[in-house]
Each structure stands twice: as structure tokens, then as C-alpha cells.
């Protein structure tokens, strides 16, 4: 139960002064504060910078894509190639799209700013401890299932929205199929559906075995390599990143002009 205890200590600390402090300025003060913690709370920006950090660096060479790599990844990168830095980079870019982008998007329209701070908090414990090996058994159980849930929803609006924003320039048809059929496969229950809609979008194969902390973990494979994996690949998932949350907003934008 410590795991439980440590997210529900951590939300309380996150959002008591911060609920505090809304209920005590006026309209103007709370709607610059809620516009602060939005843009704390989603990082399209942080990543595209660190999607190019990559790209810049493996244009460099082999041994500096690795290294900035290792960076954004839990993956061991010492052995990776260069199309293995590029597909490793898609999968953070297009699993993130969710997590960092449209999940904190989805809390803060639904709650207010307060969801966007409690879902940004359940996000970073689970990124810290909610891992699957013997150090975080214990405490990292509830983290990462209670980050599980909270993206359930997001993580499938964030792929629909993907193909959806992609009708120029990307094969639609094959993202949703692609989607369907593979968003089951990753070993998470919602990074596959982002993951599996760039692939199909992108005519790539993702996924597949990697090593952590020295250990081979087996992973099946998500999307099929219509054509190789190439550099341009992360400019056109950053791009991908940004249409859906442009198309987001734009639905929410619509939605409230109707209400």
C-alpha cells in the first residue's frame, strides 16, 4: 500500500495550494495561473526539441544518436543502429503524444487546471517507480496502474485523432486498420494505440525486443514495414504530434461555441 499512500500524499500536496490559491484570485489572476500550469503541463514543445536533439546528434554520428537517445529512453541504446535510434524515437514521440499532450489536455478541459496537476503528477510517479522489476514491486504497483487508468480514455482519443488529423500526406486507411489490429500488442494497455496508429500512418514497423538493464525483453512488433524506417520519419511523427492536438482543441473550441 505504500505505492497507493505515495500518490495520494504527492496529489494532495500538488493541488491543496494550488486549489488555495484559485479560490482567492480574481478572473483574471486565475485564468493567467491556469494558463501557466497548461503550459507546464503539456509538452509538445519539450517534445519535438528532444525528438531533434536526436535527430541533430545522429546526423552527427552513431555514438552521439545513441548517447542523446539514452536520454528520453529507458532502452539500452549502446548497440542500436541508426534506423533503431530513429524507430525508438517515433515510439517516444507517438507514445507520448498521449501522455504529454492530449491526456493533460483532456483533464484540464473536464477538471480545470487542478486535472491537468493531478494527472501530470500520476504521470511523473509512474515514470519514476511504477517499473516492473524487484526495486519497485512494491511501491510502484499502484502508480502505474493508476497511470494506466488515468490514460485509458486519451490514449484512444489521442490515436483516432491521429489518423483523423492525417488525411493529407498519410495513408488513413492503413493507420485505423494498423491501430485496430496492433494497439492491443504493446505491453502497456494504451501506448500501443498511439504507437500502432504512426505506424500505420507511416507504413513502419514498430516495437520488437529490446534490452533493459542488461536483460533481453521480448516485444512483439506493431505496424508492418511497408518501407524502411528513415530520419525523416521523426519529422513527420512531431508533425503528426502537433496536428492532433491542434485537431483537439479544435473539436473542444467547436464543441463549447455549441453549448
Not at 493567467?32 to 546528434?57: D, G, P, Q
Amino acid at each position: 500500500w505504500s505505492g497507493l499512500l505515495m500518490v495520494i500524499i504527492n496529489i494532495l500536496i500538488a493541488i491543496i495550494p494550488v486549489q488555495i490559491l484559485l479560490s482567492r484570485v480574481d478572473r483574471n489572476w486565475y485564468n493567467a495561473i491556469s494558463i501557466y500550469i497548461a503550459y507546464s503541463c503539456v509538452s509538445a514543445r519539450m517534445l519535438h526539441y528532444e525528438a531533434f536533439k536526436v535527430k541533430k546528434a545522429l546526423s552527427e554520428s552513431l555514438a552521439a544518436g545513441r548517447k542523446r537517445l539514452s536520454y528520453i529512453v529507458g532502452r539500452e541504446t549502446d548497440n542500436l543502429t541508426r534506423a533503431e535510434i530513429v524507430q525508438a524515437t517515433v515510439e517516444t514521440v507517438a507514445e507520448n503524444t498521449s501522455d504529454g499532450v492530449i491526456a493533460p489536455l483532456f483533464y484540464m478541459i473536464i477538471f480545470g487546471p487542478i486535472g491537468g496537476l493531478v494527472y501530470k503528477f500520476v504521470n511523473t510517479m509512474d515514470s519514476m517507480v511504477g517499473y516492473k522489476n524487484e526495486k519497485y514491486r512494491y511501491i510502484g504497483y499502484y502508480p502505474a496502474r493508476i497511470d494506466d487508468l488515468f490514460n485509458y480514455i486519451p490514449a484512444r482519443i489521442t490515436a483516432l485523432l491521429m489518423c483523423m488529423s492525417s488525411i493529407l500526406g498519410f495513408d488513413v486507411e492503413r493507420g485505423f486498420r494498423t491501430m485496430m489490429r496492433d494497439g492491443r500488442k504493446h505491453s502497456s494497455p494504451n501506448a500501443g494505440y498511439p504507437e500502432a496508429a504512426v505506424a500505420g500512418l507511416l507504413g513502419i514497423e514498430l516495437g520488437g525486443g529490446n534490452y533493459y538493464n542488461g536483460v533481453f525483453v521480448e516485444k512483439p512488433t506493431i505496424g508492418r514495414p511497408e518501407k524502411k524506417i528513415e530520419m525523416r520519419d521523426i519529422n513527420r511523427t512531431v508533425y503528426i504530434m502537433y496536428r492532433t492536438e491542434a485537431l483537439f482543441l479544435m473539436i473542444y473550441a467547436i464543441f463549447i461555441s455549441m453549448v
